[in-house]
């Protein structure tokens, strides 16, 4: 790999955990609001707001993180694998190892990051 490849690549990594960092926060203030002011499950709420991210998700990674139009179909198949593997992570941290609901979120997400990324670039916004 060249140097200058390996910036861009460096630069859109950069990009993609801007806009998973904004995701990220809207995903805890839906959690949050959800089972805090709607009584409602967190792992219910995690759920609901890992389907309003997908929308937001594409939409960024499009217009900023890979500027190309992606592949819809594929990218929603690759964010539901990755919110189930989210997910299961988060289940794992906050109900079976009684970590924080929050903090379980915001670990998951780190830990999960590198991959999403990697299956977005070769499979959804491949040129």
Not at 1 to 20: A, T
Not at 52 to 79: A, C, N, P, Q
Not at 96 to 114: P, R, T
Request: hydrophobic share 55%; aromatic share 18%; charged share 10%.
């Amino acid at each position: 790999m060249d140097y200058q490849r390996l910036q861009e690549d460096i630069f859109k990594y950069s990009r993609f955990l801007f806009g998973g960092g904004i995701s990220l926060i809207l995903n805890i203030l839906i959690t949050y609001i959800l089972t805090d002011s709607f009584d409602l499950w967190h792992m219910l709420s995690f759920a609901i707001a890992l389907t309003i991210e997908i929308l937001f998700l594409f939409m960024y990674h499009s217009l900023f993180t890979f500027r190309k139009r992606g592949k819809f179909l594929l990218f929603v198949m690759v964010i539901l694998g990755i919110s189930a593997l989210n997910w299961s992570f988060v289940y794992l941290l906050s109900v079976i190892l009684q970590l924080q609901y929050l903090i379980s979120i915001v670990i998951s997400a780190g830990v999960i990051s590198l991959l999403n990324y990697t299956l977005n670039k070769k499979i959804v916004f491949c040129a």
